[in-house]
């Protein structure tokens, strides 16, 4: 590696939802001295997917649905993203509503590549006669008053709204995780740190030691990252933002290992059967890493 590449700061994209800044509090510090340098950009999840198609930005934290079309330049890493049980997006409605009430009906998602919205199609292809009406993109911050105002007849959710919605006063039609996990048995893929493979082997593989690192750093001391979480977290309640870290931060994030790269092939073959997304090369939907 030049003295060039060590001293320029590598551009990284990731949210300010509370999972990503408690894991990435440690590099994005300074605190990890073998660490490569970095420049932090917040960007929601429809932006940053949009900058992976179009090849902007070193390393991004992007939606596994959006892998088919970015996987030729990007390459997957194996740790720092969220893959998980019982974290899957929910869909919401203003009043009590069943699965067929759907039907021609328009649903707020948070983007169009989004693994909550490919879920949300799975999930509409079995359970909602004929298909929704119109699909309307919003950020994710703006759908639930979007459905309490009855802008939309429903939004799909995904971050900490899953422990905020009741506080609009709406109302839990599905849970896309239990749909997942109940119809394949895996964890639910969502959102995955991918980095320029131009970058080579060995930068590749020294960001996945500085995720990593940053991961475990994050773990031995959890209360490091609180004042950095709270001031990016849109949901400011310190209770909501821990219970998002619990549940998005987990094993998966230090290392995806074979469950997590068999969850994300089942979940991109299967969108890939329903034409929703572009078949993976044989190369890549072989057993092992993906777009290793």
Not at 17 to 28: E, G, L
Not at 140 to 145: L, V
Not at 246 to 253: G, H, K, R
Not at 258 to 272: F, H
């Amino acid at each position: 590696m030049t003295a060039e590449a060590v001293a320029t700061p590598l551009g990284i994209a990731y949210s300010p939802c509370p999972n990503d800044t408690f894991v990435f509090h440690a590099w994005a510090h300074g605190l990890l001295p073998d660490a490569p340098a970095i420049d932090v950009d917040f960007a929601d999840i429809d932006i940053t997917n949009g900058r992976a198609e179009r090849g902007e930005g070193d390393v991004l934290k992007v939606s596994y649905a959006v892998l088919p079309w970015v996987l030729d330049e990007y390459a997957l890493l194996p740790c720092g993203g969220a893959l998980g049980r019982g974290c899957g997006p929910l869909v919401l409605t203003r009043e009590p509503a069943t699965a067929a009430d759907l039907a021609g009906r328009t649903v707020a998602v948070p983007g169009e590549r989004s693994t909550a919205y490919l879920l949300f199609r799975l999930w509409a292809a079995a359970h909602v006669p004929g298909g929704v009406g119109e699909v309307r993109v919003l950020p994710f911050h703006e759908i639930m008053p979007a459905v309490r105002d009855g802008s939309v007849d429903a939004g799909l959710v995904i971050h900490e709204a899953r422990f905020t919605y009741q506080r609009f006063g709406l109302h839990q039609l599905a849970d896309l995780g239990e749909f997942w996990e109940a119809s394949t048995g895996h964890p639910i893929p969502l959102g995955a740190i991918i980095a320029k493979r131009s970058l080579g082997p060995e930068r590749l593989a020294a960001l996945t030691d500085a995720i990593r690192a940053s991961v475990l750093r994050a773990w031995s001391d959890p209360g490091a990252s609180r004042d950095y979480v709270l001031a990016h977290a849109q949901e400011m309640d310190p209770a909501v933002a821990q219970a998002h870290i619990d549940l998005y931060v987990n094993e998966f994030t230090a290392d995806l290992g074979e469950a997590g790269y068999a969850a994300i092939r089942e979940l991109l073959t299967r969108a890939a059967d329903e034409g929703l997304v572009p078949r993976l090369p044989a190369a890549l939907a072989a057993p092992g890493p993906v777009g290793a």
